[in-house]
């Protein structure tokens, strides 16, 4: 028999239970299997704005406000009751500003009878609002850390915040910068008053929003004093508006163009954040809403988070465009301007500069003429980027017209440039400490190849450079079996030259590694698919402009990753009219015989006006020929583009321009010489030397 004191303990235990229940501080339900409301705490009436007594017997959601996510909770009451499973669920609804969401996070669990059976669900809510918000925050800015900045390009860099914002945070982005900030320069600080110019350089919109209802991206548009971005720029500091705001207002009904661009879109909120980076201000962020939540204090300050991360990738990106500028000035300035006056090779070529953030490279070219009517083709790249590549770039590309000019062999040029490069090397060592920065730390290639319009000949020496490619008039490709040699500045060995017989109309390809390994990873397969795009164009009668853009279009991606030089040359031969050759003996009387042989021989050729100037060079440059040059002794004229007039013995020794003195006898036979014609010199061969002289026919 049960004493009443026990009675009372449990009827008071009872009554802590349901004080505890009623008395909890977050809301509290209970419903039966068929998710009808049994019982309701304190808070969960406050939650539903209605008594225990209405909801008691009404089925979930009667009760609920409308802008509530019932469906979610409804499904999971029925689970729980099924299953006799706990669950969690997170219902969200607005709060009633319409500022922002309301979060709840939901326990649910069965309530069992005394035989075990399901006969109602527990539920209790509790308010996590600051929770998915802080969430949702955390995770924008860890986004945007691995989404903004993945290149040195301003417009990519620019759109990656628009659509890092829209729809999650805006219906609308747009980025402006300012002119200067687009060519890389510094912008100027902007005045206390007056209009603002800006370019527009990405922007994204919501689905809501129609796509004419933005400028045009590149175009500028020209923003008043009170408008928010001007605001915002000129005070560095974040601009609130919002729909009833007169200078929103003022400022949208200011450009009937903007206002029309809305088609009917209404703006409930805007912020204009200014992208400041190292304490410049570059441009503006505009994001505008128009759902009826409107901008807020807390996304007013998630928005200028954004902006100060996307300010420094915009500031790294703009700092790159000042220096890719730079560098691509620079080696524009010191490739070749215009075609080359020479006849041995029609040429075209084209270099492209890298279009990533590697930035500009080292890769050039050139074609020289040289003489006796042949010419030089070179190809090299400087391994880096930047302005340190093209400065680079820069003196090798003299320092091979220097060598070109006095006629080395291609080997022996590479060997001389491979001295060159490890001297400036060695410069560099002792002028940073040991730290290299130049072309020795990096490593430089070079092919130089000499043709021979006569002989038709191609010469050619390789240091670490891919080898030529030929098309041959027939349609054959070929690539040139050429001794690769080291790349420039390892020193200390020799390179190799391969001499090759060419039928005239051969197309003779020299490029750099960029652009046959853009195309494949393999660089022998991106040759291959270099020699089918020719070899394609020449079965086309594709023009030698248009074979170098078939080339470009077919080897390389819309963004090269790494620049390109490209020289296409197609070979011409001077015919046995335009050369007539004579073997001297060594004996001075030969000298008159020489004279008359040349006189008549450029009346032949029509060139009657200049058999003075020629017979005076014929007679000086056989005449020492004979006398301090040795067996055999060869006159050769070659009328091209110019009268060349060439003499060959068989010593290495070189003749020297000097003045002479007034009581010498002899001594100004090369000073007339020099003198009369345009240019003269000397080049070895394998037998000898040549001296030459070569007259303008204008």
């Given at each position: 028999m049960?004493?009443?004191?026990?009675?009372?303990?449990?009827?008071?235990?009872?009554?802590?239970?349901?004080q505890?229940?009623?008395?909890?501080?977050?809301?509290?339900?209970?419903?039966?299997?068929?998710?009808?409301?049994?019982?309701?705490n304190?808070?969960?009436?406050?939650?539903?704005g209605v008594?225990?007594d209405?909801l008691?017997?009404?089925?979930?959601?009667?009760?609920?406000?409308?802008?509530?996510?019932?469906?979610?909770?409804l499904?999971?009451?029925?689970?729980?009751?099924?299953t006799?499973?706990?669950?969690?669920y997170?219902?969200?609804?607005?709060?009633?500003?319409?500022?922002?969401e309301?979060?709840?996070?939901?326990?649910?669990?069965?309530?069992?009878?005394a035989?075990?059976?399901?006969?109602a669900?527990g539920?209790a809510?509790?308010?996590?609002?600051?929770?998915?918000?802080?969430?949702?925050?955390?995770?924008v800015l860890?986004?945007?850390a691995?989404?903004?900045?993945?290149?040195?390009d301003?417009d990519?860099?620019?759109?990656e915040?628009?659509?890092l914002?829209?729809?999650?945070?805006?219906?609308?982005?747009?980025?402006d910068?300012?002119?200067?900030?687009?060519?890389?320069?510094?912008?100027?600080?902007?005045?206390?008053d007056?209009?603002v110019?800006?370019?527009?350089v990405?922007?994204?919109t919501?689905?809501?929003?129609?796509?004419?209802?933005?400028?045009?991206?590149?175009?500028?548009?020209t923003?008043?004093?009170?408008?928010p971005?001007?605001?915002?720029?000129?005070?560095?500091?974040?601009?609130?508006?919002?729909?009833?705001?007169?200078d929103?207002?003022?400022?949208?009904?200011?450009?009937?163009?903007?206002?029309?661009?809305?088609?009917?879109?209404?703006?409930t909120?805007?912020?204009?954040?200014?992208?400041i980076?190292r304490?410049?201000?570059?441009g503006?962020a505009?994001?505008?809403?128009?759902?009826?939540?409107?901008?807020?204090?807390d996304?007013?300050?998630?928005?200028?988070?954004?902006?100060?991360?996307?300010?420094?990738?915009?500031?790294?990106?703009?700092?790159?465009?000042?220096?890719?500028?730079?560098?691509?000035?620079?080696?524009?300035?010191?490739?070749?301007r215009?075609?080359?006056?020479?006849?041995?090779?029609?040429?075209?070529?084209?270099?492209?500069?890298?279009d990533?953030?590697?930035?500009?490279?080292?890769?050039?070219?050139?074609?020289i003429?040289?003489s006796?009517?042949?010419?030089?083709?070179?190809?090299?790249?400087v391994?880096?980027?930047?302005?340190?590549?093209?400065?680079t770039?820069?003196?090798?590309?003299?320092?091979?017209q220097?060598l070109a000019?006095?006629?080395?062999?291609?080997?022996?040029?590479l060997?001389?440039?491979?001295?060159?490069?490890?001297?400036?090397?060695?410069?560099?060592?002792?002028?940073?400490?040991?730290?290299?920065?130049?072309?020795?730390?990096?490593?430089?290639?070079?092919?130089?190849a000499?043709?021979?319009?006569?002989?038709?000949?191609?010469?050619?020496a390789?240091?670490g450079h891919?080898?030529?490619?030929?098309?041959?008039?027939?349609?054959?490709?070929?690539?040139?079996?050429?001794?690769?040699?080291?790349?420039?500045?390892?020193?200390?060995?020799?390179?190799?030259?391969?001499e090759?017989?060419?039928p005239?109309?051969?197309?003779?390809?020299?490029?750099?590694?960029?652009?046959?390994?853009?195309?494949?990873?393999?660089?022998?397969?991106?040759?291959a698919?270099l020699?089918?795009?020719?070899a394609?164009?020449h079965?086309?009668?594709?023009?030698?402009?248009?074979?170098?853009?078939?080339?470009?279009?077919?080897?390389?991606?819309?963004?090269p990753?790494?620049?390109?030089?490209?020289?296409?040359?197609?070979?011409r031969?001077l015919?046995?009219?335009?050369?007539?050759?004579?073997?001297?003996?060594?004996?001075?009387?030969?000298v008159?015989?020489?004279?008359?042989?040349?006189?008549?021989?450029?009346?032949?050729?029509?060139?009657?006006?200049?058999?003075?100037?020629?017979?005076?060079?014929?007679?000086?440059l056989?005449?020492?020929?004979?006398?301090?040059?040795?067996?055999?002794?060869q006159?050769r004229?070659?009328?091209?583009?110019?009268?060349?007039?060439?003499?060959?013995?068989?010593?290495?020794?070189?003749?020297?321009?000097?003045r002479?003195?007034?009581?010498?006898?002899g001594?100004?036979?090369?000073?007339?010489?020099?003198?009369?014609?345009?240019?003269?010199?000397?080049?070895?061969?394998?037998?000898?030397?040549?001296?030459w002289?070569?007259?303008?026919?204008t």
């Amino acid at each position: 028999m049960v004493s009443a004191h026990a009675d009372d303990e449990h009827q008071d235990g009872r009554d802590l239970v349901e004080q505890a229940f009623r008395q909890a501080s977050y809301s509290m339900s209970v419903f039966d299997i068929e998710q009808r409301y049994r019982r309701l705490n304190d808070v969960a009436c406050q939650v539903m704005g209605v008594d225990e007594d209405v909801l008691r017997g009404q089925v979930f959601p009667h009760g609920v406000p409308e802008d509530v996510d019932w469906r979610g909770t409804l499904q999971a009451l029925k689970d729980v009751a099924t299953t006799g499973e706990p669950a969690h669920y997170e219902s969200f609804t607005r709060a009633p500003s319409g500022i922002r969401e309301h979060a709840w996070n939901l326990e649910l669990w069965p309530v069992r009878d005394a035989s075990g059976e399901v006969c109602a669900v527990g539920m209790a809510g509790f308010d996590s609002s600051e929770q998915p918000w802080a969430r949702q925050r955390l995770a924008v800015l860890d986004e945007a850390a691995v989404s903004i900045g993945t290149s040195l390009d301003l417009d990519r860099t620019a759109q990656e915040l628009a659509d890092l914002v829209v729809p999650r945070f805006a219906d609308f982005a747009g980025v402006d910068l300012l002119e200067a900030v687009m060519r890389g320069d510094e912008p100027a600080d902007a005045g206390p008053d007056g209009e603002v110019v800006l370019r527009r350089v990405a922007h994204a919109t919501g689905t809501e929003w129609g796509p004419g209802a933005v400028l045009g991206l590149g175009s500028t548009d020209t923003y008043p004093p009170y408008s928010p971005p001007t605001r915002a720029l000129r005070t560095g500091q974040t601009v609130l508006s919002r729909s009833g705001a007169a200078d929103f207002d003022q400022w949208m009904a200011s450009a009937p163009v903007r206002a029309q661009s809305l088609g009917g879109v209404v703006v409930t909120s805007l912020v204009a954040v200014p992208l400041i980076a190292r304490g410049t201000t570059l441009g503006v962020a505009v994001l505008l809403r128009t759902r009826s939540d409107v901008f807020n204090e807390d996304d007013f300050v998630l928005a200028k988070e954004l902006a100060s991360r996307a300010a420094l990738c915009v500031d790294n990106a703009r700092r790159f465009t000042r220096e890719r500028t730079t560098a691509l000035a620079l080696q524009e300035s010191l490739l070749p301007r215009g075609p080359s006056r020479q006849s041995a090779v029609d040429v075209a070529s084209r270099y492209l500069p890298a279009d990533s953030g590697a930035g500009v490279g080292g890769d050039w070219f050139d074609v020289i003429p040289l003489s006796g009517a042949r010419v030089g083709l070179v190809v090299g790249d400087v391994v880096g980027h930047g302005i340190q590549a093209s400065a680079t770039m820069g003196r090798l590309r003299t320092a091979v017209q220097t060598l070109a000019d006095v006629d080395l062999p291609p080997d022996e040029l590479l060997a001389h440039l491979d001295d060159l490069v490890l001297r400036l090397a060695a410069d560099d060592d002792n002028a940073t400490g040991g730290a290299r920065v130049a072309v020795g730390a990096t490593g430089a290639t070079c092919l130089y190849a000499v043709y021979d319009p006569v002989s038709r000949e191609l010469t050619v020496a390789s240091a670490g450079h891919p080898p030529p490619v030929l098309v041959l008039p027939d349609g054959e490709t070929r690539v040139v079996d050429v001794g690769v040699g080291p790349v420039l500045g390892v020193g200390g060995l020799p390179f190799e030259t391969t001499e090759i017989q060419l039928p005239e109309g051969t197309l003779v390809a020299l490029f750099t590694d960029g652009l046959v390994e853009a195309a494949e990873p393999d660089p022998d397969l991106g040759i291959a698919l270099l020699a089918r795009t020719l070899a394609a164009g020449h079965r086309a009668g594709a023009s030698l402009e248009d074979g170098c853009d078939q080339v470009l279009s077919a080897l390389l991606p819309e963004h090269p990753d790494d620049d390109v030089a490209l020289v296409l040359a197609r070979t011409r031969a001077l015919d046995a009219g335009q050369v007539r050759v004579w073997d001297l003996p060594a004996d001075f009387e030969v000298v008159a015989e020489a004279r008359r042989h040349a006189v008549a021989q450029l009346e032949q050729w029509g060139l009657d006006e200049a058999a003075f100037v020629t017979e005076l060079v014929v007679s000086e440059l056989v005449t020492n020929a004979i006398r301090y040059g040795a067996d055999p002794i060869q006159l050769r004229l070659i009328h091209d583009r110019t009268l060349i007039c060439e003499v060959t013995d068989g010593s290495s020794t070189s003749p020297h321009l000097r003045r002479a003195r007034t009581f010498d006898e002899g001594g100004r036979g090369l000073l007339l010489v020099a003198q009369l014609t345009t240019s003269w010199g000397t080049r070895h061969t394998r037998t000898g030397k040549t001296i030459w002289a070569e007259q303008s026919l204008t």
